[in-house]
């Protein structure tokens, strides 16, 4: 069983940058980050397979949330910049063993961070 916990969250106001950190306790394939605000389905953010780095970003984010890894094995960052009141949202990493296509194929999820973005 991995564990994840996510740190970095908080209040921020628009246009500022917040990075969002999380440290899995074993080892995985690949780390994502989702996110759901009230009253949404939770949604994909972004994803980085550790085997070559590659990474994937859900099309509202690209140019302004980069992912990374960590100095740290299975460490994962994502750095996000020009924040906007719609990016408020409990952000949620998750892992995979795999590479998933779908929400339901990844194998664990930390418990989540609140991001608030005030206007």
């Known amino acids: 069983q991995v564990q994840l916990v996510e740190s970095g969250g908080g209040l921020v106001q628009a246009g500022d940058s917040l990075r969002l950190s999380c440290a899995a306790s074993g080892l995985t394939f690949t780390m994502a980050w989702f996110r759901q605000a009230p009253g949404k389905e939770r949604e994909f953010v972004a994803a980085?397979?550790?085997?070559?780095?590659?990474?994937v970003y859900a099309d509202f984010v690209k140019g302004r949330f980069t992912i990374s890894r960590g100095n740290a094995r299975n460490t994962v960052h994502l750095q996000m910049s020009s924040l906007k009141p719609e990016d408020t949202a409990v952000y949620y990493c998750?892992?995979?063993?795999?590479?998933?296509?779908?929400?339901?194929?990844?194998?664990?999820w930390g418990q989540g961070t609140q991001v608030t973005v005030s206007s």
């Open positions: 980085i397979t550790w085997s070559d780095g590659s990474t």
């Open positions: 998750a892992a995979a063993l795999g590479r998933p296509h779908q929400t339901d194929e990844y194998d664990y």
